[in-house]
């Protein structure tokens, strides 16, 4: 049911190592729940909640397309490749910046383009507004690509190219999100594990419970073919960081390997714990 005592789902020491969490972070935990002499239940958000403290200090941001979609900027030179500026950490000016590539030809996550949006949709789809890639340009979507089964293998877009850096130059206000995404030609294909809790009962241990039923059946997705930058190419763990809009991760210390990447979600972005 689960890979051993190390299963990232699992509630032990190196379960959690290899999930991801810090040293400092478990310290902190115990720190601020304190010592009683009368048995307690403390909320497992907190435990994610001090672990978010830590990560957001100090892990690094990527970009990383976990369910990839082609994107295509039409109006692109397609020869023509260069890189762009991005920001390791925010709240850290201290860890500096990095070049990614940029071209062409990148990859997005496939519920960043509705071919019919919802209200209120704010991403890509014909016809939309304007929307910004990461620390690139603004690009506008005018339609998409499809297999013989109707689904979209490719988004078509078209950028501004007096838009690098995100801002355009005549000021106007951007009314789309702002997407991540990585290179097409550069980028490195990964394993992302989604884990969830073990359990879908928050007391499966009650004395009219069997455990076992209340296992969560949902407690580990498994994505292939994602796609993250090539910086990650050749990451050893232990690593941790934080993909763009999707979580922090860490690199699995057991089944990744150079050519092999794999990588845990450590914890999601939101943080569900009442402060």
């Known amino acids: 049911r689960v890979s051993g005592w190390d299963d990232p789902r699992m509630p032990t020491l190196c379960g959690l190592r290899r999930r991801g969490y810090t040293p400092k972070s478990i310290r902190n935990f115990c720190e601020?729940?304190?010592?009683?002499?009368s048995a307690?239940?403390?909320?497992?958000?907190?435990?994610?909640?001090?672990?978010?403290?830590d990560l957001n200090a100090t892990a690094e941001r990527v970009m990383a397309v976990l369910r990839p979609v082609k994107l295509t900027i039409t109006n692109y030179p397609g020869e023509k490749t260069e890189t762009v500026t991005v920001e390791n950490n925010p709240v850290d000016p201290a860890a500096g910046t990095r070049e990614v590539p940029f071209s062409r030809s990148l990859w997005?996550?496939?519920?960043?383009?509705?071919?019919?949006?919802?209200?209120?949709?704010?991403?890509?789809?014909?016809?939309?507004?304007?929307?910004?890639?990461k620390g690139a340009y603004l690009i506008r979507c005018t339609g998409c690509v499809k297999d013989e089964a109707g689904n979209v293998t490719e988004i078509l877009c078209e950028y501004d190219p007096e838009s690098r850096g995100g801002d355009p130059a005549d000021g106007r206000k951007v009314k789309g999100a702002t997407i991540h995404w990585v290179d097409a030609a550069t980028a490195v294909d990964a394993e992302v594990?989604?884990?969830d809790n073990l359990f879908s009962d928050e007391n499966p241990d009650a004395a009219d419970k069997d455990f076992i039923e209340c296992l969560n059946p949902n407690s580990l997705e498994v994505l292939a073919g994602c796609k993250?930058?090539?910086?990650l190419a050749e990451t050893k763990a232990p690593a941790n960081f934080q993909f763009l809009r999707q979580g922090y991760f860490c690199l699995d210390s057991k089944d990744s390997a150079p050519g092999h990447l794999v990588f845990n979600r450590s914890v999601s972005l939101k943080d569900s714990f009442k402060k």
């Open 108 to 133: 997005v996550e496939a519920d960043d383009f509705l071919e019919t949006p919802v209200p209120k949709y704010k991403r890509l789809y014909p016809g939309g507004p304007e929307c910004r890639l």
């Open 193 to 195: 594990r989604l884990y």
């Open 228 to 231: 993250v930058e090539s910086s």
């Open 32 to 37: 601020r729940i304190g010592v009683a002499k």
């Open 40 to 53: 307690n239940v403390v909320e497992y958000g907190f435990l994610e909640h001090c672990l978010r403290e």
